[in-house]
């Protein structure tokens, strides 16, 4: 019997939610190994700066540079592949980059404040980060379209500067990268990449400066790397392989969820696909699709590999266990392909992003929705949120007191400090107290 493209699962099964879990658990950030060798990468950086970074960039990517002038791309090299890209494609990345804008400008926020009857003013003062940085990839594939869904809401937010590490190997990189971030703004680009790249924007070296935040997706030592240099600098999250869950009322095309399963799949060995259905019929047809259109792509090792490790189809009772499966999973993408799409987001507790129709596919948000898809994986949509304006700004809050506000405020300070045997805090206080 040959091996099956792709696990078929049911909630029938008694020990669905264990083996579910162990499908969509991963791990491999934490590998000890890989722990170990961006530890001594990320010290080397700290110690040596510059010359770190060209020894890594030689090694890892194959490049033959002696200085960091090799690794730098200017304004100037940014616009000239702008001009150098065809228009097709130029007018696709304005398109896209102009409906990121108009989404993301609805995000913007104020600085706000009231006064109080007696004069105290409270209030928060909104303000961007001086400096971020855009992690890019560059090693199996290359995504301009992260580029304009990583930078533009920074600049939307009024960040001061942008720069941009993206790795070469072999010296080449995708011109339209570069194009990508002359439209979205970026400042300064290096092309450095892997955990060396997150080490450099997160303490500085002689050439790239440390920013204040660093934001996109990367391989495992990227990931690890963000893990460890958490604290010195913010971070937007640390991603896991990209997913998506489609919930299909086995009304939709077979052919099409195929392919929005392998539109995940193709990304990398590890990216994971899931279909979930109440129609066994629907389940088999798309089963026959996935077999069907794989033969046809040009990733097609990918796909595979991809939906027979971490993929599957899943027969469930009924709307409302599936509900409970796309909860239990809080996937990065869910697709509700079904009638009346919109009844179903208030039950949706956790996604990162909600594809609702059947003409909604998830590679749209990946492009030319508007939304960023820089996206919580891993389950992580059960506490976190899709890259926005907001990750770009913090809050103050602002506090004065009037005289009179001050000795109200103060009777209660009193009170809780010496509570808590916090002298000084309450006699802070009561010195404020009107006698």
């Given at each position: ?33 890989v722990e170990e060798r961006v530890a001594k990468i990320i010290q080397q950086v700290r110690s ?241 699709s996935i077999a069907k259109l794989l033969p046809e792509m040009e990733r097609k ?135």
């Amino acid at each position: 019997m040959s091996t099956p493209l792709i696990k078929r699962l049911s909630t029938a099964d008694g020990d669905f939610l264990p083996i579910l879990d162990k499908l969509i658990a991963w791990h491999s950030v934490s590998d000890a190994n890989v722990e170990e060798r961006v530890a001594k990468i990320i010290q080397q950086v700290r110690s040596v700066g510059d010359e770190a970074l060209i020894d890594y960039s030689n090694q890892f990517d194959r490049r033959a540079v002696k200085s960091m002038e090799e690794l730098c791309i200017d304004s100037s090299q940014l616009q000239a592949a702008l001009a150098g890209i065809d228009k097709k494609t130029r007018n696709a990345l304005e398109t896209a980059a102009q409906r990121i804008r108009d989404y993301h400008q609805h995000q913007t926020q104020d600085s706000w404040q009231y006064t109080e009857a007696d004069g105290n003013i409270l209030g928060q003062r909104v303000t961007a980060l001086d400096r971020v940085g855009l992690y890019v990839p560059g090693g199996k594939a290359s995504y301009p379209s992260s580029v304009l869904m990583s930078c533009i809401p920074a600049r939307i937010a009024k960040v001061d500067e942008v720069i941009m590490t993206v790795p070469a190997p072999d010296g080449e990189l995708n011109p339209i990268v570069l194009a990508a971030a002359a439209i979205a703004g970026v400042d300064k680009v290096f092309t450095v990449g892997g955990a060396q790249a997150i080490a450099a924007m997160a303490y500085g070296t002689q050439s790239i400066p440390k920013v204040d935040k660093i934001v996109g997706p990367g391989n495992i030592y990227v990931a690890t790397a963000k893990r460890m240099v958490f604290g010195s600098v913010g971070l937007d999250m640390v991603a896991g392989p990209t997913e998506i869950l489609v919930i299909c009322d086995g009304k939709t095309d077979p052919d099409w969820i195929a392919m929005d399963l392998f539109s995940q799949a193709e990304h990398d060995e590890n990216a994971q696909a899931i279909l979930v259905s109440w129609d066994r019929a629907h389940l088999d047809a798309v089963y026959q699709s996935i077999a069907k259109l794989l033969p046809e792509m040009e990733r097609k090792e990918i796909i595979a590999q991809s939906l027979a490790n971490r993929g599957a189809l899943i027969e469930v009772a009924d709307k409302q266990e599936a509900i409970m499966v796309s909860n239990r999973i809080a996937p990065e993408h869910l697709e509700l392909s079904v009638d009346d799409p919109e009844s179903w987001v208030p039950d949706i507790r956790h996604a990162g992003a909600i594809f609702m129709g059947r003409y909604t596919a998830e590679a749209l948000g990946d492009y030319s929705a508007g939304p960023s898809h820089v996206l919580p994986t891993s389950s992580t949509a059960r506490f976190s949120s899709p890259l926005s304006v907001y990750d770009f700004q913090k809050r103050s809050s602002l506090i004065y007191c009037s005289p009179e506000g001050a000795s109200e405020l103060g009777k209660i300070a009193s009170v809780l400090g010496r509570g808590e045997d916090l002298t000084a805090h309450a006699k802070s206080a009561e010195y404020r107290i009107k006698k």
